[in-house]
């Protein structure tokens, strides 16, 4: 599967925003979707995922209770609703997808994924 992000942008601290990403060449209902993100100068660190239903998702600690990640398969499509964006939120985000037969299986581990999509720019003022 191909993905493709979109919806970055710079906001304000305490502002929102919302990433989407896309799939094609193959159903995004066929994969677990997990959302990572790289600031200036560090390593890239998980934010969030997604089982194939829906029903299973995952946070980081760093984002937990702000971002909510969702997904309508029906039209290959996985969202990252961000809420009380602070300056730390400032990164590349990265959408990543997982073959897996369980529908319910998350996963956080960057070597978990096998598709990645070119990453769209979130910068957040102060």
């Known amino acids: 599967v191909q993905l493709q992000a979109s919806g970055g942008g710079l906001a304000r601290a305490g502002g929102s925003l919302r990433l989407s990403c896309v799939g094609s060449?193959?159903?995004?209902?066929?994969?677990?979707i997990g959302w990572f993100r790289q600031a200036p100068g560090k390593e890239r660190t998980f934010a969030a995922a997604i089982s194939r239903d829906g029903d299973g998702t995952l946070y980081s600690e760093s984002v937990k209770g702000r971002f909510t990640i969702s997904r309508d398969n029906a039209k290959d499509q996985v969202y990252l609703d961000m809420n009380k964006l602070k300056p730390e939120d400032t990164a590349v985000y990265y959408c990543?997808?997982?073959?897996?037969?369980?529908?319910?299986?998350?996963?956080?581990?960057?070597?978990?994924?096998?598709?990645w999509g070119q990453g769209t720019q979130v910068t957040v003022s102060s």
């Open positions: 060449g193959r159903t995004v209902s066929d994969y677990a």
């Open positions: 990543a997808a997982r073959s897996t037969t369980n529908r319910w299986s998350v996963f956080q581990l960057e070597n978990n994924y096998r598709s």
